[in-house]
């Protein structure tokens, strides 16, 4: 009798793309490619391609708690991600399931990317959602992923520098007490893509070069959803940030086109078998630290 392997179940609640780059399908997409089996709850609906967002729907409040009873009643995931949530009313029904959940989920890890502000500009998020994310949804979370824009909105700071972004983590971690990964990826002038996680207690920076000649769509979903494919898979929340990072890194170097345009190259298992083949480098200390931080300067 053949013996079937076990995967561990991660679940992502976003919005659709159209255009097959970001959100759910960029999730799930990450979700293969990292050997676990991935599980959907469609937030919104969005007609959407790689150039810009035409249109946003949100799922109703109803349906949205229902795929999420769905999901939960027979799959357990072990890891969770948000991303396009959109509307004030779905991120309470979210933020209400996960805070009433029962004690077989209570090691569940909960990544929040919080998808106010798309790198092209678009706002992904109405703004009488922000205070809801902020005071229902982030307490709960393990983690949340800003974009520069994002991080100036959450810790309410202008940030230009990486030492600016070491202290908006800071705040973030304070305002809301979850761990933060601020991407600074859109930071002027650097020729590197240079992230900061903060917990608390550790501080990585994470950088990796720029990939010349490639315009991305949905890296933010894909780092997020690879965060949560490792957390799904056992490793730590320092180690599973390191591992997306390099992840992501892969997937940019590894795009391909569509039409006119790249799509990131979800397709292998190798980052977590291997992550130093993907680039980049890792520099980390704890919080305790001096001031001046070793890979910052």
Not at 80 to 92: Q, Y
């Amino acid at each position: 009798m053949i013996k079937r392997k076990k995967l561990p179940v991660a679940l992502t609640i976003a919005g659709s793309d159209s255009g097959g780059g970001a959100g759910i399908q960029a999730d799930l997409k990450t979700f293969v490619a990292l050997g676990v089996h991935g599980a959907s709850v469609i937030a919104c609906l969005t007609a959407q391609n790689p150039k810009r967002v035409l249109a946003v729907e949100p799922c109703s409040p109803k349906m949205l708690r229902q795929q999420l009873e769905a999901v939960f009643e027979e799959l357990n995931p072990a890891a969770v991600k948000t991303g396009m949530l959109f509307s004030a009313k779905n991120i309470s029904v979210v933020a209400d399931f996960f805070r009433n959940l029962k004690l077989k989920t209570k090691n569940l890890k909960l990544i929040v990317d919080p998808l106010m502000i798309s790198t092209s500009g678009a706002k992904l998020l109405e703004p009488a959602a922000i205070k809801i994310l902020t005071e229902k949804l982030l307490p709960l979370a393990a983690l949340v992923t800003p974009n520069l824009d994002e991080a100036e909105i959450l810790a309410g700071q202008k940030i230009s520098s990486i030492e600016a972004m070491r202290g908006a983590a800071r705040e973030i971690f304070s305002r809301f007490g979850c761990a933060v990964l601020l991407k600074g990826g859109h930071l002027k002038n650097f020729t590197e893509a240079v992230d900061i996680f903060f917990d608390g207690e550790t501080e990585l920076l994470l950088s990796a070069p720029f990939v010349k000649g490639v315009r991305t769509h949905g890296t933010g979903c894909t780092y997020s959803a690879a965060i949560c494919a490792a957390l799904a898979l056992g490793h730590n929340l320092p180690h599973a940030v390191e591992l997306g990072k390099h992840f992501v890194t892969s997937a940019i170097a590894d795009s391909y086109r569509i039409g006119n345009h790249f799509a990131l190259g979800q397709v292998s298992l190798d980052t977590l078998k291997n992550p130093a083949g993907a680039g980049g480098k890792i520099v980390g200390h704890s919080s305790h630290s001096a001031s001046g931080c070793s890979g910052c300067s």
